[in-house]
């Protein structure tokens, strides 16, 4: 198995599954079970999610170069060094460790944030899906505040009021250490002033898409932030699609459902396959 090594030189396994042309996944692919899965299951996720990405993009053809970036994270945080920047450089040396000079990029939510930042800074991308995470009008500075936000409590947490109701992310207890959400803040700080009305990318094709109610309003625990993901995409759609993008929304689907495989595979492999044909 081949390992990349991050800006701070921490070691990160990467795993490459199938053949055909190269699909970058920062995300596990490792099957979750036991009450992890089930609490996972609980708020709406896929206990299974990478690996069924994965495996099912390999089956349809697919090279499929995977690195549990926000496991590895976990496990070694960057709170001072963790931007923009830093994070488009770790992408690219997990694509160096999988052999891929070129590579489609899919990533959700903060993860689809990260492959617009990569399509600034390379020449590498052959294709580009944003999910969970509009191109323009990102919200940017609401997720600026949920970070100081989640920061401030790991720093100084709460006395706990009972177990967290799964939708609720007002019950929701914080297990993270101060590291760990210090490294989201210094991410979020660095893209403050960041616009993505101003951003020309290359004429690769590229896919946005998110849930019809993926809006989450917080309350003042965590900053009273509105975070919009369906918006921008909804409202947006038009001027989206004139600069190349396709867009989709899903219908009845939130934040985390709008993730799962089983909407998310037949989207990207029928995108990928069109994407990848000879023009």
Known sequence: MPTARTHDDKPIEVTVLGTGPDVLLPTSIRVVE??????????????ALGHRLATGLAEAGFRVIAADYEG??????KPGTLTAETLCADLLAIADAGSAE????YGYSWFGLAGLQLATRTDRL??????????????????????RATYELAVEPPARRGDPVPGDWDSADLTLSPDQTRQYLS????????????????????LAFAGEKDTI?????????????????IAGRAELEARGWRVEVIP??????????????????????AADRPK
Do not use: C, Q
């Not at 309003?217 to 995409?233: E, H």
């Open 34 to 47: 036991g009450p992890a899965a089930d609490e996972i299951r609980a708020w709406g996720a896929d206990p």
């Open 72 to 77: 590895h994270l976990a496990a070694h945080p």
């Open 102 to 105: 070129t590579f489609a990029y």
């Open 126 to 147: 052959t294709a580009l899906a944003m999910g969970g995470f509009p191109p323009l009008g990102g919200p940017y500075r609401p997720m600026l505040r949920v970070t």
């Open 187 to 206: 991410l979020y700080e660095s893209l403050e002033h960041f616009d993505d009305t101003a951003v020309t990318l290359p004429p690769f094709p590229r």
């Open 217 to 233: 309003v917080y309350g003042p625990k965590w900053g009273d932030a509105v975070i919009d993901m369906a918006g921008p995409l």
């Open 252 to 273: 009845g689907a939130d934040h985390m459902s709008a993730m799962r495989a089983e909407v998310v595979l037949p989207l990207l492999t029928g995108w990928l396959s």
